[in-house]
């Protein structure tokens, strides 16, 4: 078996493309959406990354405000610009990009933004609204690009064993409650740092979703035959034969394709869908802005 690839550039074009029409709408009634990216620091990776949100936004007529911080900068200081964004009635989308510089505290800074403009889908409001079931508030952007996606290739999800490498607040916790929710149904485990016999775990998942950060983690003997795999690692490792040295890998070897039935790309699968959602729910966020 060689494995289908869950394309996620393709999908998140089909996800522009609907968004294109409602952006419109969102115009005729005088209402622009509008996102606001706030970085601070240096990182080459998190600069590549707003870039791209930018570009995103430029192509789908959305406004972009890029709010550009010294790593130097103060936690005060990015409390103040996102006190100041709060108030904006004609910006809808407020998102600070991660990671932070080391002496910021990313989650409280976070839990600031208002929780009809936390495009990322992180702040506590949200989040609790997902713990309930309930799919009316922000949805976190890489997880439910991952369902989305799911959905795009016809994947059956209902009754499915699905395992989960990683529990964080940004994609592991929120993507094992989407899995679980009505309407996907999944039966779901979430496999961490302290869990016994993960290659044993996903040895038995109809579905394994992996985002540990670990470059190339889930082997071929890990993932059973037809298994759909989804990689949301992105690592840049080091690799002599490429003349800039280094490459991308997922958190999945390449080698899984021989088993798996699906299997997203790195790059150019959960990426441009955490994108595309991102776009979703800034055209989210105006169109509520018009109900209020």
């Not at 952007?141 to 991952?146: E, I, K, N, Q």
Request: glycine share 8%; charged share 25%; proline share 5%.
């Amino acid at each position: 078996m060689v494995a289908q690839r869950l394309d996620g550039r393709a999908c998140a074009a089909e996800v522009e493309k609907d968004l294109i029409s409602r952006i419109s709408a969102c115009k005729k009634n005088g209402i622009e959406p509008h996102l606001a990216v706030v970085i601070v620091g240096d990182d080459p990776a998190s600069h590549v990354y707003v870039k791209s949100k930018v570009k995103a936004c430029e192509r789908l007529g959305i406004k972009s405000t890029h709010v550009e911080l010294p790593a130097s900068s103060t936690e005060d200081n990015v409390r103040e610009i996102i006190a100041s964004l709060n108030e904006q009635s004609g910006l809808h989308g407020i998102l600070v990009q991660s990671p932070l510089p080391s002496h910021m505290d990313e989650e409280a800074l976070t839990d600031l933004i208002h929780p009809e403009k936390d495009v990322d889908g992180f702040h506590p409001q949200n989040l609790g609204r997902l713990v309930q079931g309930r799919m009316d508030g922000m949805l976190p952007c890489t997880p439910s690009g991952v369902i989305r996606m799911l959905s795009w290739a016809g994947i059956e999800t209902e009754g499915k064993n699905a395992v989960i490498l990683g529990r964080s607040r940004i994609v592991g916790m929120p993507q094992s409650l989407l899995l679980g929710s009505k309407g996907v149904d999944s039966t779901v485990t979430v496999a961490h740092s302290r869990s016994k016999e993960i290659s044993k775990l996903c040895a038995s998942a109809d579905i394994i979703i992996a985002a540990v950060g670990r470059p190339e983690m889930v082997t071929e003997d890990w993932v059973k035959e037809g298994a759909v795999v989804v990689d949301v690692g992105i690592n840049r490792v080091d690799d002599s034969s490429r003349e800039r040295g280094w490459r991308l890998a997922g958190d999945v070897h390449p080698d899984v394709a021989n088993k798996a039935s699906w299997l997203s790309p790195v790059p150019g699968g959960v990426g441009p869908m955490t994108i595309a959602m991102l776009m979703e729910n800034t055209v989210r966020a105006a169109e509520q802005s018009n109900l209020l």
